[in-house]
């Protein structure tokens, strides 16, 4: 196949990429100022396939990679649809909305993604086995993370008076904590690379598919990153009208609807997984994905908060950071039996349905 | 036997139907208005015996309906006693006391049935095993119950400034996280049915008992619920006046005392089910009645609030949360290693302690 | 070898030792009032071997006492330095030092300790297997502790309103919760004797070294305690003045700094084992010496500080619940799994970075 036809290949192998005609919708609505709540949901929905590109992309070059190189690329790009939109809303000090699609992806990764995954795969096969162990380093990970979201707070609340009070000591220990999450997320790759066991993406094989030319997939790359970063500028620019015609808190959109976008592919690719009787590859994407979240696209985003001078601190509300904890629980009990079905999964969906109803009641 | 001799059976086969003495004592201490701290003690322990005909009657009724019949008659009567007195507080408007007997009836069962059949079991055969994947979904569905209980009260202490506040907004999210609750019961039922496999009640054998005709067991039934509602009825009557003679708060009655006579039967089964060596019916008796109270007596006693015209929020106070939550860790915990032996249960019954001493250093 | 040649056999046995010089220094610097921060700092070394004489000495008799005695000698006078130091700050109604202190030994000795020995040992050894459940009891005792350690503090806050509030409720619920984690912990012996399988001391082999005469090993005990004694006078002596000339606070200097000097034989020990890939003795010592610090020395505080006429209550700072109450969950997490390497031992160290850099932001 030449170059070209292998571009048009990539795009035509998902139906997902049929949203990709939302992207030039979202400019006609955005030129025509119809309606800044259809452009927020179209915007939205563009962002999809965008996500998706970005996904493929890196899939083919980690497979030609080979998997320590492949390893490392899937690590750095494999929330960079996430860690564009965030970057955007962080530019535009939108620091609320950062903090709740954070908060969301973890939460969606591991809640919603896992547990539909349990519920097809259950439907599917019955009880499904899987490799518990293998989601053992991953769930300390985001344990860790837990630790890093927590001291914060308690600092602010108890020695501040409030979760609102940004005082110097919770910059520093921001900015310090940030520094060990990355620290202890790079010691993970290096882990994976000399024992060839990813922490991070347990029981990820090496996709079957055939090989794309490096820069069929570059070309890719370029259009996926080029979209993404065009229509997060549309999403957040529309952002602040949008909630108020749809009635909806910065926070509900970043913890459920903008998670929700970003984290597509991730639906996706477990859900997959679990259809073909492949638990331990489907918690792996779950629980990888949220613990990259919260130890690589948080601190950058926190370091990098400090380059745009306006600071994002670690201290997220009381809200996300209950619900993060609950989550991340939720999965270490769940993991526990290293055994699925659809029960268990209707509980992970609950434990998300009953999260989701609390944002959806905050009042701003 | 005839249907007579089947009754009287069944009243002579506990020894704990020695104390339905207690229950025309109550109406003669009622009706000579002596003293409401002999009366609030004399009716709370003819609840047990009470309570204990429904449980029989259950039992009878699920033996002859075979498994699948059988099994969601269990689920349903199985906390008949908890119910009835919770709906008799409920209707007086005694709300404390309803979200306290919820709470100790789900510590009760998991920290002093579960620990004082260590302890027994411990003594008479050493270490004991038991399966312990099947104590894995009850255990998982306690920890939706306990983000069922979390969410509402960060909404309220968060967002309006304390737990007793009652917004509209907390209303909505206990009605329906309360439905979330009822659906996942409801499919824990159906997955049991299915698979033969009752997420609930793991390790409950069939008892081996005579079979009883139905006409006996219904009659059977009928005098025990008769007599759980006239008791509880006798027992809110008089709770106000003997907790002031008694200088007790609602909230310790209603954790302490009102729990422990609600789950006297599971008391009884779990423990003879240790001291023959059936640890992992034991820990399904205390794991699934504490599920069942969480996650079906709970919300039907929210949703009821609102036919009685005062509706009671999913709102806990913070020592009852806390206590929930810190009981269904320990349980996870201790279940872990799928051994017990008397000093788990020891730790158990300290878990217990410090949480009674608190609850009764409580002031008002 | 004479009692003279052993005594002195066991001070040149450990290059640990050197520091003992640090004691005569610090007496000449306390004489000689030149400066409260070097005094602080050389009082604070010359702890270290004084620690290390008395575990040297009871390890001596303990091997000649044979398993029950020994055993008992061990849960006893295992933290008898951490005791000392300790006793010596609450006479000097350094409360807030001494529950820092025991904070710091709790969490240092889960992650610090653990985290230390599986980095060592993983580097050398690659991934390491341990024995899971024999870390269970101690696990469970550790959550006995959190809820210990909770309980007196939500009742604290919520019904007084502060965690400063120091009403007679405290005290009773202090006291009493100390009685029954004592009760356990005994329980805990006994099981031990009986079994001949220490809940706390997992793993731990006799020490194959030489046997020492019980007047040597005596001897060594009270020079021991005798110089521990002394230098922690000196220590706690010296403490206001050198903390601010220091510009450290109480709650860090008792979390990180008294922790660490009363915790190095600890460390040592623990270290050694997991170098010699004997993970489950090296987990043993880190929980059990938590657990008997947690189940011993602080209760054995609480009652003592009523001897002094200066009751201590049970009721921990926010800080210090939240750090022991995640390091609890910490080592349970990471020890589910059964297997350690270098990166679940950068994972604890993470976790204590951040819970230490928190604990130095903390202001006054």
Known sequence: MSTAAQIRHTFTSSWLNVLLIAAPVSWWLAWSHVSPRWLFVVAALSLVPAAGLIGAATDQLAERAGPTLGGFLNATFGNAAELIIAITALRAHHTAVVKASITGSIIGNLLLVFGLSCVVGGFTHGSQKFNRPSAGPATVMLFLAVVALVMPAVLDLVSFGSLQAHPEEIDRLSFWTSIVLLVVYVAGLVFSFRYNRDPLRAGIAPSKGKHTTIAASLAVL???TLL?????????????????ALGMTELFAG???VALVGNAAEHYSAISAARDNKMTLALGISVGSSAQIALMVAPVLVLLSYAFGHPMSLVFNAFEITAIGLSVLAI????????SNWLEG????GVYLILALAFFLIPE
Chains 1, 2, 3 share one sequence.
């Open 346 to 349: 209707l509980q992970l969906l």
């Open 332 to 339: 270490a009990i769940v993991s526990l039996d290293g055994e």
């Open 255 to 257: 913890v459920i609807i």
């Open 228 to 244: 993404t970063t065009v229509q997060a500028e549309v999403l957040i620019f529309t952002l602040a009208p949008a909630l108020k």
């Open 222 to 224: 370029a259009i996926g």
